[in-house]
């Protein structure tokens, strides 16, 4: 019986609906966007500020829940999780890279990427060091494993939340401006880091301004007061 590989999204949004109380009243800030990334997929979300480009990444990290609609990652429901089982639900299938990187500065940055392992027990204890150094080695700052955050350059904290979020071996990476803070040159290594992940299989979705590195991504999604504007797939 010949085995097909599975059709299913990794990554759906199905009517999404998102506003905001504030003083002068509800402001929407996804209007019913609905979306499917399928595995393997290189996915740049570009627009204006305001438009709703981070608000879509939260939805799909969990960070933020729809006002109505349905996100559904990996066939799970994520807008149906309590707030403890969506953190260990993210910890173990989605990888968070931030634009001023989140490494907790009171730790070295081999503890910074074991720190995912220590939350979600995916690895057993006597194998997170071993591993988050290999992390550490293919990101190519093995040499830095043991100095504070402080002691890096730019680039080099960035290499470190990449192995940070690759920590739990998660299907899924999400960049929200990821090279917003770096150099040209060190944020064209942090992308050929983004596409050796897809060739490993990863889905690799990034939030960017940068329009140099997003018609370099395999699909551009364009977003315009708060709707998908447009859907370009470039491969």
């Known amino acids: 019986m010949e085995i097909r590989p599975s059709t299913q999204p990794q990554i759906e949004l199905r009517d999404v609906f998102k506003s905001y109380a504030t003083g002068a009243g509800e402001v929407a800030v996804l209007k019913d966007v ?9 996915v740049s979300i570009v627009g204006p500020s305001g438009s709703g480009k981070s608000t879509m990444l939260n939805m799909i990290t969990g960070i933020d829940h729809p006002t109505r609609g349905e996100v559904v990652i990996g066939g799970q429901a994520v807008h149906e999780l309590s707030e403890n089982r969506l953190a260990r639900w993210r910890g173990k299938h989605v990888g968070v890279i931030f634009q001023f990187f989140q490494l907790l500065p009171t730790l070295t940055i081999l ?4 720190l995912p392992m220590d939350f979600c027990g995916v690895y057993k204890r006597r194998e997170r060091k071993g591993h988050a150094m290999k992390l550490l080695e293919q990101v190519g700052i093995a040499d830095q494993a043991h100095k504070l955050p402080s002691a890096l350059s730019g680039g080099q904290q960035q290499r470190a939340a990449i192995a940070r979020a690759l920590a739990n071996d998660p299907p899924i990476i999400v960049g929200d401006e990821p090279t917003g803070n770096l150099d040209t040159q060190t944020a064209d290594a942090v992308f050929a880091m983004f596409l050796a992940l897809v060739a490993q299989g990863k889905t690799v979705v990034i939030v960017t301004h940068d329009t140099a590195l997003s018609e370099r991504t395999g699909r551009v999604i364009h977003i315009r007061d708060g709707r998908v504007d447009r859907d370009q797939r470039r491969n």
């Open 34 to 42: 609905s979306l499917q990334v399928p595995p393997g997929d290189f």
């Open 111 to 114: 503890e910074n990427v074991m």
